[in-house]
Every structure is written in C-alpha cells, then in structure tokens.
C-alpha cells in the first residue's frame, strides 16, 4: 500500500516537525522544510499541500513561503485535488474527507468512519456534485450532492487496497490498485468492470499525457502505458527499481514520476520513454510541480523544495 511505504521512510521526520507547527499563519522556512507533504495540488496559483496530522499549507508564492490553513482536527492526509481554484477535496486516514470552498484556507470536515479503520488515498470530482473517494481494504465512496452524503459502495470482489482514482477520458475512469488490480469505468462511475492488469504488483497512480495516453507506475518503478484509456497496457522501460509513487504532467508536456529513495523520472515523449533527473534528494518525494522560472518544486519529507535548471 502506497501509505504503507511511505510512512515507513518518513514518519521520523513528520513526529519531530509538527509539534512545532503553529495552528494557523505562517510557517518558518526551517519548519517547512521539516514537514511531511504527501500531496500537493494548485487551486489557480495557490499551491495546495497536505500531510502528517492532517496539516494542510498554502503557499501563494510558488513555495517561497508559506502558511497554515484551518483545518478541523485530523489524522493523516493522503491525496487532495481541486475541480476549479476554490472547491477542493482532501482524504486520509480515517476515511476522512475534508473539503474546501476558499482555495484551501479553510476547511470543513464532510465524512469520517475511524472505527473501519480504513485510510482513504485517492479522491476524483467530475463536477461540483459528482465524486468518488478509493482506499485501503476495497475502500469506495461516492457523492452525487458535493459531498453533503458519502455513501459507501463495493467495486471489487476482494479487499485490496485501491491507491488512485483517475479520469481518463470522458466518462472513463480508472481505479489502480493493490497486486495489479485495474479497475475501469466508461460511465463515470456508474458500473466498473476489471482489466486485465500487466503484472501483479501494485499500482500507485496513473497520470495522462498531453496525447491522451495513459501511464500508470508502482512498484519497483515499473512502468505502463495505455493508448486505449486504460483497456490495454505496455510496459515502458523504467531506468529506476525504486517505487514510484505520483505522476504530474507539466504544463509543456512533460511527464513526471516521482518515488522512493530521490526518484524523479521525466518523460517528453507523452510517458514512451523515461529519463533520471537528478533531485539531490535520498527521500521520498512524494509529488513534483512546476515552479517558478522553469524550476521544479518537489514535495516529500523535507517539505516542498525547489530545483533550479541545471541543480544537482
């Protein structure tokens, strides 16, 4: 489970640096850079990140600086994704789902169910009513009124953990999941059916390049691409055995995959081939962004960093 080996690399870092973090304002760049971040995204030109203890960060500045949102008590935050630049979802542990109105300064708690014990990793909206919410042990919700009522669903025969929920086209959706499971829909969600997964190790993500390909990446950096939104799959060559644990598509086309161990892989062929960028990072990186002046920003445990043109 994605959550599973990134706690595992950073929990140390995370415990230290949030009994230091203020309730709410401004972060000290040395607390920033002691933070966990799990996900980030852009509401417009905010950036967006979430992590550890159920802290969520703004930063309105390309991560020059940052601040503290209000955010109601929560545990660990895994995934967080805006449909616009002011409505915004975060999930986590719990199966907590926390929503936005504001472009992330405040948020108010919508769903929780601690006692199933099942932390929730990925979350997709197809418009301001309609979204869906996967996570460990099968774990699937689903809203069709933004998210006054969440409503649980079984989608799959067995309990393995679902990591991401993408969308992949119209009305297509894909599920990636635990031990190659695939899932797809091509009815927004309606009715979802398995696909034949390409190997059995677990998929983490999927993100779609500029020609509508789909690649999905997990274990071991392995790497696969879909021309077909998500009905067949080829392997990509991977220069990387390191799990790759997020994917974000640059706005001039570039593929990236991001993972264990400083992995930052770029792909400028819509996900054909691969290349190493050096990160000068040994831990996880958990998401890249771009940033300001052609730079990177990388997110992982040591808060959101940039990368210049050129830095090793």
Request: proline share 4%.
């Amino acid at each position: 489970m994605r959550l599973a080996i990134a706690a595992a690399t950073l929990v140390a870092a995370a415990a230290f640096a949030t009994e230091f973090l203020p309730e709410a304002g401004p972060l000290s760049p040395t607390t920033m850079q002691r933070l966990l971040v799990v996900d980030v995204a852009r509401a417009g030109n905010r950036l967006v990140a979430v992590g550890d203890r159920g802290y969520i960060v703004t930063s309105d500045d390309n991560g020059a600086t940052w601040k503290r949102a209000k955010v109601p008590a929560s545990p660990l935050l895994t995934s967080v994704r805006f449909i616009d630049e002011k409505r915004g979802s975060a999930v986590g542990h719990d199966s907590i789902i926390l929503a936005t109105a504001d472009a992330g300064e405040t948020w108010t708690k919508q769903f929780s169910a601690a006692d199933e014990q099942r932390p929730l990793l990925g979350v997709h909206f197809l418009d301001a009513k309609r979204g869906y919410a996967v996570g460990a042990y099968g774990a699937f919700y689903e809203t069709t009124d933004g998210g006054a009522k969440w409503s649980a669903r079984k989608v799959l025969a067995d309990d393995k953990h679902l990591n991401a929920i993408v969308a992949a086209g119209k009305d297509t959706l894909v599920i990636f999941g635990e031990a190659g499971t695939l899932l797809r829909s091509a009815d927004a969600g309606a009715t979802w059916q398995a696909v034949a997964a390409p190997y059995k190790g677990s998929f983490f993500g999927g993100v779609v390049a500029k020609d509508g390909a789909l690649v999905a990446f997990g274990l071991r950096g392995r790497i696969y691409r879909s021309t077909d939104a998500g009905k067949t799959w080829t392997q990509v060559p991977s220069v990387s055995e390191f799990t790759l644990m997020n994917g974000t598509l640059l706005p001039d086309g570039t593929v990236m995959l991001t993972g264990a161990a400083g992995t930052v892989l770029a792909s400028r062929d819509n996900g054909q081939t691969f290349a190493a960028v050096p990160s000068g990072r040994r831990g996880m990186i958990s998401k890249a962004l771009p940033g300001a002046n052609d730079s990177l920003l990388l997110a992982g445990d040591s808060g959101v960093r940039e990368l210049r043109p050129g830095q090793k």
